[in-house]
């Protein structure tokens, strides 16, 4: 299965705003409301910081929020700070084939 | 706190095995499903395996099924992945994960390096 389809860039100055797409098909985003980001920075564990759409893990800043709209989802950083700057990767539950798979990464940075 | 640490990353000929594991703390994990994310360098994170909290349900990518086998052993709070058959594109980190309702990843440990050389 192909991944998810984010943009490879994205940026922002801080106290900013800027939004991450992550399209997928009608078979896996589309259906589901399992679709959770994560977080990477170098040399540090992924940290998981929306799941299922719009939810945020405990300890999560509530700068950070997700939506969805058809098939595409999208994850919301307001009020950049230079902390934020990192890889974000969406994931979805895949139905065809009962899989989960991940979008290509978006590298955030904080200008 | 939920600890993970993974171990068993090498350097390995292509065609070769590798065992990794993944010992589990802080939390129940015999009631915990799991999985293992890998990410080449320079690549984004690629799902690999998951097993469900008693083992007896596993699913795997395409691009590892037949080669990969995920297990635990809920004895030892550890998780398991063998790989045989070892190819260039298996180079990766490898993220041992926990896995919580809704197929979110949770809590990930810091990763083991497989490299395989041609």
């Known amino acids: 299965q192909s991944a998810l389809t984010q943009p490879p860039s994205a940026s922002g100055s801080p106290g900013q705003s800027v939004t991450i797409s992550c399209t997928g098909t009608s078979s896996d985003i589309g259906s589901y409301k399992w679709v959770s980001w994560y977080q990477c920075r170098p040399g540090k564990a992924p940290k998981l910081i929306i799941f299922e759409v719009s939810e945020r893990p405990s300890g999560v800043p509530d700068r950070f929020s997700g939506s969805k709209s058809g098939n595409t989802a999208s994850l919301t950083v307001s009020g950049l700070q230079s902390e934020d700057e990192a890889d974000y990767y969406c994931c979805s539950h895949a139905g065809y084939n009962n899989h989960v798979i991940f979008g290509g990464g978006t590298k955030l940075t904080v200008l | 706190e939920v600890n993970l640490l993974e171990s068993g990353g090498a350097l390995v000929q292509s065609g070769g095995s590798l065992r990794l594991s993944c010992a589990a703390s802080?939390?129940?994990?015999?009631?915990?499903?799991m999985a293992w994310v890998r990410q080449a360098p320079g690549k984004g994170l690629e799902w690999v395996s998951s097993i469900s909290a008693s083992g007896g349900s596993t699913k795997y990518a395409d691009s590892v099924k037949g080669r990969f086998t995920i297990s635990r052993d809920n004895s030892k709070n550890t998780l398991f992945i063998q790989i045989n058959n070892l190819r260039a594109a298996d180079t990766a980190v490898y993220y041992c994960?926990?896995?919580?309702?809704?197929?979110?990843?949770?809590?990930w440990g810091q990763g083991t390096l497989v490299t395989v050389s041609s």
């Open positions: 994960a926990k896995e919580a309702w809704g197929e979110r990843f949770d809590s």
């Open positions: 802080g939390f129940t994990f015999s009631i915990s499903a």
